[in-house]
């Protein structure tokens, strides 16, 4: 089975840090996504990448970047991290051919 | 944006009972899945139906689409306490890159 490692299972931080969320695949997958969760609003979207060094936006951008500088790794960055922002991060990739998503166990992160 | 929605919100029965929950979307799509999340974990992946396909089974799991209501069904026969969880239904909207779009989930409770 694929393996999709999230480095934090709670991360507390505070307004205007600087925080990484670290996501690793086992199976050399090109494509890899971070979604946010929130109560209500499901899963959105933020980033995603279909390789190495390349990236698109998802649906909520804004606040975020990521970088993904290995195939195994994609990392999600909060420049200067906001109260709103609290929330369960979550990483996944993606089977060839078989269409569906693998998902780390989720980060939940508390900006304070 | 959101593009799937799920009905009920939330949704308690007695185990052994069966379980039928809602998902309708917006636009049309390639293929609709459906994932369970176990409370504060990450999504796991149940069935995914296609597009040009009206009925799916799969163990105690039954999935039905409607593509001229933009809708589909999730049943879950002879409920067990381990059933209960979050699901979500998600839909892929064919542009190739394999980028899902959630809906905001069931929560289901099954009474022992």
């Known amino acids: 089975d694929v393996k999709v490692t999230q480095s934090s299972r709670y991360l507390v931080k505070r307004t205007g840090e600087k925080v990484f969320l670290e996501c690793v695949q086992d199976m050399d997958h090109e494509n890899m996504f971070w979604y946010r969760q929130d109560p209500g609003l499901g899963l959105r979207l933020i980033y995603f990448s279909y390789d190495v060094k390349m990236k698109e936006k998802g649906d909520i951008p804004e606040g975020y970047s990521v970088s993904r500088e290995k195939k195994e790794r994609f990392s999600l960055i909060l420049e200067s991290a906001s109260t709103n922002q609290t929330s369960m991060y979550l990483c996944?990739?993606?089977?060839?051919?078989?269409?569906?998503?693998?998902f780390g166990s989720g980060t939940q992160l508390s900006v304070l | 944006s959101q593009q799937g929605e799920e009905d009920p919100q939330a949704l308690s029965i007695q185990e052994g009972e069966n379980a039928t929950m809602n998902c309708s979307y917006k636009t049309s799509i390639n293929n609709l899945q459906w994932y369970r999340q176990n409370s504060g974990r990450g999504l796991v992946h149940l069935i995914l139906?296609?597009?040009?396909?009206r009925e799916k089974h799969s163990g105690r799991l039954r999935v039905t689409l409607d593509t001229s209501k933009k809708s589909s069904s999730l049943l879950i026969t002879a409920s067990r306490a381990a059933d209960t969880a979050s699901y979500f239904c998600a839909t892929d909207r064919g542009f190739g890159n394999e980028k899902l779009t959630f809906g905001t989930g069931t929560r289901l409770t099954i009474i022992p």
């Open positions: 996944a990739t993606i089977l060839p051919g078989v269409e569906k998503l693998f």
């Open positions: 139906i296609r597009s040009n396909e």
